[in-house]
């Protein structure tokens, strides 16, 4: 039996921290907030966004969902391996199923009434919540901590995205082209 916690932090690292780095030469000093939005499928069936939602609807079949700045949602007759947002909610609707993690970090995840987590529920500066009639074959875990109201771990999290202005998601499938074309910051 697989440790379930293992994969989904090993793939919030890889999608996550390269969307965490950043040339500060590049960056601007406008005052001006922009919101960036990019998305990435990859050859394994995994989908990756930044600064939207990704909804995965009914009758889809999705290796790994990872959202960040943004919701991963799960539809009614989707299924999806592992679910992971970043500053976002991961919602598990009534008849979706999850066959491995469900976690976000800096926001909440939400298992509906009749929803299928097959792994682990993992919410990091967010809140838990599981319905009534709703599985979770795994571990239940919230993690917040709280001084003077605010959540330092959401905090941390809001942080480290604020700091970066541009999309970064990289696309390792491309092992042929060892050019900086497979790098791509959107």
């Known amino acids: 039996m697989r440790s379930p916690l293992l994969p989904t932090l090993a793939l919030v690292s890889t999608l996550a921290l390269p969307a965490f780095a950043g040339d500060t030469a590049a960056k601007k000093t406008s005052d001006v907030k922009v919101k960036v939005v990019c998305a990435q499928d990859s050859k394994d069936g995994s989908r990756a966004v930044q600064g939207t939602n990704l909804v995965i609807e009914a009758g889809e079949n999705v290796k790994d969902a990872v959202a960040i700045d943004g919701d991963v949602i799960v539809r009614k007759g989707a299924s999806v391996d592992d679910a992971v947002a970043i500053h976002g909610r991961v919602i598990v609707e009534p008849g979706a199923r999850v066959k491995g993690d469900a976690v976000s970090m800096g926001g909440e995840v939400r298992v509906q009434k009749g929803a ?34 605010k959540d330092l771990v959401k905090g941390l999290i809001e942080e480290a995205l604020d700091d970066e202005s541009g999309c970064h998601i990289i696309d390792s499938d491309n092992d042929e082209d060892d050019s900086d074309e497979s790098d791509k910051d959107v």
């Open 116 to 149: 299928r987590v097959e792994g682990s529920a993992l919410a990091l500066g967010g809140k838990l919540s599981v319905d009534k009639d709703a599985t979770i074959e795994g571990d239940k875990v919230s993690l917040s901590f709280e001084i003077g109201g």
